[in-house]
Structures are given as C-alpha cells and as structure tokens.
C-alpha cells in the first residue's frame, strides 16, 4: 500500500510517500514540503498548495492519503490557515477518487512511538528509524507528514465482523493501540 502523508500548513506543508508491507514494514518514497510565502494572498497560497499537493498526487499515484486532523487551539489563526491547506489536500484526493484518513497527533504519536504524548524529536528519531534513514527528515513537517502516512498504513481499514483486526499488521495496531491506552494514552483503538 503506498500512502502520502500531508501535514497541513499555509507557510510549510509537509508531505510524505510511504510504501507499507503487510508485515509492517515501511519504505521511503519521497518527502518535501509545499511553502508559501506569507507576502501572497491566502487565495494564492492555497492554489500553490493544491497544485503541489496534485503533482505529488499525479506523480506517486497513492492509494491513499492521510491528513493530520485539526483541532482548535487558541491561535484561530494559525487553525484556520491548517485547516485550508487540509481542506485542498482533501479536494485534491477526492478529485482523483483517493481515499483520505484524517488523524489525530496523539494517534500518529502512538503509532509511530508507541507514546501519545511523545514530543516531536521523538517522532523524527522513530520516522528515521522505521524508514532506516541516515538522519532526520528535514524540515520536520516531512517528517511529521511520514509519521502520518505510516500510521495510516498501519492502521487497520477493515476489522472481522467480530471487531478484530484481519492482518498482521492490523493485529500489531490494534496491540500497540490497546497497550497505550491502557498506559493512559490516547489514540485510536477499535470500538
């Protein structure tokens, strides 16, 4: 399965392509991010968006895509321009008929470290560790936006009737988000 992650942001937006094996191993793609400058218009800055956001589309043909899902902080500002890079990143996927899963920090955190509440260096080690990096991705809205795609790829889309998870890969989810919740952390675990 191969999943491009987006972490949504006027200025920088993060993106990240990840090819998932059943057994829960990731490889590399690409990373990058798509940048705006605050001088342009926020009409603008969004098209220079989308239009990245569709060439990154068009060019690794994903099969699915994953968005961080936003959640109001106190900077409406800042909230509201993440919430309009998200919007054309979904407008993108949906154009071409890619499914989008939107999460949450605290579920990409679990997946990738094992911890909701880990800090973002936390996440940027585990990214290079989990795609065998030399270092970092750099900026760390790539790496956030890798964080994001291998969750998703992790996480299980169909459950047995019985709500349990059909793969190896669903079943190490489902474990991992079960562990961290019982640890007191959020994330996703099946209803």
């Not at 321009?81 to 955190?109: N, W, Y």
């Not at 990214?127 to 992790?154: F, K, N, Q």
Request: charge should be positive; include cysteine.
């Amino acid at each position: 399965m191969r999943v491009l992650g987006v972490d949504p942001g006027l200025t920088r937006c993060g993106l990240g392509v990840v090819d998932a094996a059943s057994s829960r191993g990731v490889t590399l793609v690409a990373f990058g991010i798509a940048t705006t400058p605050d001088s342009e218009s926020v009409d603008r800055r969004l098209l220079a968006i989308a239009q990245t956001v569709g060439e990154w589309l068009d060019r690794y043909m994903p099969d699915a895509v994953a968005i961080e899902r936003v959640f109001a902080r106190r900077d409406v500002g800042t909230v509201s321009g993440t919430m309009q890079a998200s919007g054309v990143a979904m407008v993108e996927a949906a154009r071409r008929g890619i499914d989008v899963g939107l999460h949450t920090p605290t579920e990409v955190k679990a997946a990738v470290t094992g911890s909701g509440n880990a800090a973002k260096d936390q996440v940027g080690r585990m990214v290079t560790r989990l795609l065998s990096l030399s270092e970092p991705p750099r900026p760390a809205d790539a790496a956030d936006a890798l964080a994001l795609a291998i969750c998703h790829a992790w996480r299980p889309s169909t459950l047995t009737p019985q709500g349990e998870a059909a793969t190896p890969a669903q079943k190490a989810w489902v474990e991992a988000s079960r562990a961290a919740a019982k640890r007191g952390r959020r994330g996703w675990v099946p209803a």
